[in-house]
């Protein structure tokens, strides 16, 4: 037993026997990711300390990007690791028993789930837990002029098929590449995401710190690298589209409704039957003060936010939208279904709870729903997204809302390329507006 749940397990045990028994000091360990391990999580550590009204006896760095964090708890001293070398680093540490919880910067792959199978199944609602939104940022040194550039053109400089500034309308120079190692979550999602195929060029320089690139970009005008939104630092992020679609720059909004073409989910895993300190932290975590530490760091909150943003082009879609705000979530779906997936439902609680909050009374939601261009005929496209929507109005109303209006309009507005299986995801969705009720019709109810 020890093996699996760790010396924390053991001696909460000997505690509640009121053995006389030395015990080793109780530990909370988080493993993986340096993504969410550099700033992200020793953050979340001593804002749920200071919530338990529980002193920082101690901070340390045993090693390069490793922080010991001692908290002085009513039980004892309870020291609290965290690991971040990489996403995959802390499967392995999750599924050999060493660490309370697994720190991803991507999610989790089906042969991994297999591989921990003694844990649980990892891909659950009740063992993923989305902590954190982040946009996998293309970044330059800050007086690069260039403003944007498509994930194909990316993909050709990252593979060194593109080599000198010249090839992208600039003077002419050298690319200087700066990239994440291999262990990182943020290197595979890359590789996911813009490379494909293509492999990464060999004269990339690699870094097992988010920040040490981000400060070697922002030093050098002719570099370029990638890291996730919080880590830009000095650097400046560019704006990326995919073929059919505008670019967009990662910003809060964009991240939070997953349209911008990098944008992904910082997870964290644990095992079905977790220690009672890790199951705090990680309820702290996903919770509303969690939530303010994720936007004090940098990445964005999952919270409910609803926002200004321009006017669709198309007629039928701005004219549904008209005075309304758009809110900082989106439901997507599977190829051809509808059904939601972790973070979806979870997404229905956190707006049933942003309509609760005094200001959003009087406040009505609308639900535009959109398919993909794979999607059968036209005709069936439509259908697939009017299916999304009704099932999402159906959830709300269950909980009590109101839907004011719910309206799906098939292959519209793509967020994203159509050409590929994520690309698709993206433009499945079910967008959330909001209104005043009087602005709405009343002939508009379905």
């Not at 549904?320 to 979530?329: D, Y």
Request: net charge neutral; charged share 20%; hydrophobic share 45%.
């Amino acid at each position: 037993m020890v093996g699996r749940w760790g010396w924390g397990g053991v001696v909460l045990a000997l505690g509640l026997l009121g053995g006389g028994v030395q015990a080793q000091p109780a530990r909370l360990c988080l493993s993986g990711s340096n993504t969410i391990g550099e700033r992200l999580a020793p953050a979340l550590v001593k804002a749920w300390a200071e919530t338990r009204g529980w002193p920082l006896r101690s901070e340390a760095v045993p090693a390069n990007d490793e922080r010991r964090l001692i908290l002085d708890t009513p039980r004892g001293p309870l020291t609290v690791d965290v690991l971040a070398h990489g996403t995959s680093t802390g499967y392995a540490a999750l599924r050999d028993g060493q660490c309370d919880l697994w720190m991803a910067s991507r999610p989790v792959r089906r042969d991994e789930v297999e591989g921990a199978r003694a844990l649980g199944p990892l891909f659950e609602r009740g063992q993923e837990h989305v902590v954190a939104l982040d946009g996998l940022a293309v970044i330059v040194h800050p007086a690069n002029p260039l403003a944007s550039l498509t994930v194909e053109q990316v993909r050709a400089v990252f593979s060194g098929r593109i080599g000198d500034w010249s090839a992208l309308g600039l003077a002419p120079g050298p690319i200087a590449l700066h990239a994440r190692d291999d262990r990182s979550g943020t290197f595979d999602t890359f590789r996911s995401l813009v490379l494909g195929d293509a492999a990464l060029s060999p004269r990339a320089l690699r870094y097992e710190s988010t920040d040490q690139l981000a400060a070697a970009v922002a030093a050098d005008p002719r570099a370029i690298g990638f890291v996730g939104l919080a880590g830009v630092g000095r650097a400046r992020a560019l704006a990326l589209s995919e073929r059919g679609t505008q670019a967009l720059a990662p910003t809060p909004l964009s991240v939070a409704t997953e349209d911008y073409v990098l944008s992904r989910r910082l997870f964290l895993y644990g095992a079905e039957r977790l220690r009672t300190e890790a199951r705090d932290f990680l309820d702290f975590a996903l919770g509303a003060g969690g939530q303010a530490v994720v936007a004090k760091v940098g990445y964005v909150p999952q919270e409910v936010q609803a926002l200004a943003v321009p006017l669709p082009t198309e007629p039928e879609y701005r004219a549904l939208v008209q005075g309304a705000r758009r809110l900082s979530l989106n439901f997507r779906f599977g190829e051809g279904a509808a059904v939601l997936d972790n973070k979806a439902v979870e997404d229905i609680e956190r707006l049933v709870r942003f309509m609760a909050e005094p200001a959003n009374a009087g406040q009505q939601l609308l639900l535009i729903g959109f398919a993909d261009r794979s999607e059968s005929t036209p005709y069936l496209a439509l259908s697939l997204s009017n299916d999304r929507v009704d099932l999402v109005a159906a959830e709300l109303r269950a909980r009590g809302l109101k839907v004011a209006r719910q309206r799906g309009l098939g292959q519209i507005a793509p967020v994203a390329s159509n050409d590929t299986p994520l690309g698709r995801q993206r433009n499945r969705r079910v967008e959330v507006w909001l209104r005043p009720a009087e602005s709405v019709p009343s002939a508009a109810a379905p």
